[in-house]
């Protein structure tokens, strides 16, 4: 059943769509009201990331880059490490993709309060195609020392993602994406940087997402329950540090894992969960996400489909973990 204290939507099978993209644009702009440090650099995608919103009202702190992203996260670095909270913004598949050696060096290594916001990610990004599909990204983030790493779900959660991280004094990559996907929490659902969140209680599978995909594990949750199969569904949205209590505790309540995520199966939420129970509570874990393929062009609904992460493909992989208990 779904858990009471994650305030989720009333009805999961018809829920509003807003980009996730959004979030980022009312979050940075909240923080930038909250907080007068904050500063935003963009790499010439300022409607497109959605800064647009706090270039007008703060255009003392809104810097345009340009295509140059090495150059933003070498600004920010020197920004932040002069007290300005910066946030740089651009496609993911350049930041952290094309700048990754100068956020290494500049921003982790020293340890400065650097917001990377990582916009289209995935495949969701549709017709753009591989090229700036980011799927990645996460693993890039997630293997440097300090970087704090989020991958939010919905919109609201991006909101409270982007809010919560000008906060937290870390380097911080926070995941974006495009087009229009389900909000699936409300502003009561609790958000907290590295607290993972159970939305569904089962006691057959735990079903541990990130990011947009979580709207379909609660969909394969809910229609595997009239099988008999009860799935514990968890919002793992972030990757680093992970909330290893909760991983732990649900996987020997249930027995076995499927991890789901729109990014490369390999050093992302499913490694990170694998590294985790690997060392405290071995259990069987499926995969759902991309099998070492680049993205294609298309809707992002029909790519979801095409590269097995939609619902069905949920429903395969529960039924496989239970199977290998």
């Known amino acids: 059943m779904i858990n009471p204290e994650a305030k989720l939507i009333s009805d999961i099978n018809n829920p509003e769509m807003v980009p996730l993209r959004d979030g980022f644009g009312s979050g940075v702009f909240e923080a930038g009201e909250k907080d007068e440090r904050v500063v935003v650099l963009c790499a010439d995608l300022k409607e497109s990331t959605r800064c647009d919103k706090f270039a007008d009202k703060f255009s003392d702190r809104f810097l345009e880059m340009g295509v140059a992203e090495q150059n933003m996260a070498l600004v920010a670095s020197g920004l932040a490490n002069y007290g300005k909270i910066p946030f740089i913004a651009s496609y993911a598949t350049f930041s952290p993709g094309r700048n990754n050696e100068q956020i290494r060096t500049n921003i982790a290594l020293n340890n400065v309060s650097v917001k990377i916001a990582g916009h289209h990610a995935g495949v969701s990004v549709g017709p753009d195609g591989a090229t700036h599909q980011a799927l ?3 693993a890039l983030m ?3 020392p ?4 989020i991958v939010p779900c919905d919109v609201i ?3 409270k993602a982007t809010v919560a991280a000008a906060s937290n004094g870390k380097p911080t990559y926070i995941r974006y994406g ?4 389900p909000v699936i ?3 009561n659902s609790p958000f907290e940087i590295g607290e993972a969140l159970i939305l569904r ?3 057959d599978v735990s079903i541990i997402g990130c990011g947009i995909l979580l709207h379909n594990a609660l969909l394969a949750a809910e229609e595997l329950s009239k099988e008999g199969i009860e799935c514990e569904v968890i919002n793992c949205h972030t990757i680093k540090p992970i909330d290893e209590k909760t991983i732990i505790k649900s996987a020997k309540k249930t027995g ?3 991890s789901v995520e729109e990014h490369q199966i390999a050093g992302g939420l499913g490694s990170a969960v694998a590294e985790t129970l690997s060392r405290n509570y071995p259990v069987p874990q499926e995969y759902v996400g991309m099998q070492d393929r680049f993205g294609e062009s298309g809707k992002a609904e029909e790519l979801i489909e095409y590269f097995e992460m939609g619902k069905e493909s949920i429903k395969n992989a529960a039924r496989k973990a239970i199977s290998r208990k």
């Open 146 to 149: 300090n970087m704090v790493v």
């Open 136 to 138: 990645e990204d996460i």
């Open 142 to 144: 997630r293997v440097l």
């Open 178 to 181: 495009r087009e229009k996907s």
């Open 256 to 258: 076995c894992v499927v």
């Open 157 to 159: 959660e991006a909101r």
């Open 201 to 203: 209680e089962g006691k």
């Open 185 to 187: 929490t409300t502003e």
